[in-house]
């Protein structure tokens, strides 16, 4: 059983930066790939990057393109998300989920969820 911890949410104000860290533990992290969701209030969860295990492919939603990056560091077993120019459209809970899927790209593909840390981007 994987469990995962997610750090590093708070209040920003609209251009600055976030870092989100996913610390896992409690069995293995080899061979997941891992994501970033996030859900804001009365919308669906959406995936907004991905990663496979070996880092040599990931995933971004359209939106944050250009603004958000996903890395792991396989021998911490954490996985992060670098927020970059946040906008008040990036306000949500992220999550942080792993996969045994090559490249997860659903939340049904997901086996393990984190707990979840609110971003909130003030205009």
């Known amino acids: 059983q994987v469990q995962l911890v997610e750090s590093g949410g708070g209040l920003v104000q609209a251009g600055g930066s976030l870092r989100l860290s996913c610390a896992a533990s409690?069995?293995?992290?080899?061979?997941?790939?891992m994501g970033w969701f996030r859900q804001a209030p009365g919308k669906e969860r959406d995936l907004v990057a991905a990663i496979m295990w070996i880092g040599a492919s990931s995933y971004y939603l359209d939106s944050v393109k250009g603004r958000f990056s996903i890395s792991r560091d396989n021998a911490k077993k954490t996985v992060s998300l670098q927020m970059n120019n946040l906008t008040p459209e990036d306000t949500a809970v992220y999550y942080c989920a792993a996969s045994r899927k090559v490249l997860l790209q659903r939340e049904n593909e997901c086996d393990y969820w984190g707990q979840g840390t609110q971003v909130t981007v003030s205009s």
């Open positions: 409690g069995g293995t992290f080899s061979g997941y790939s």
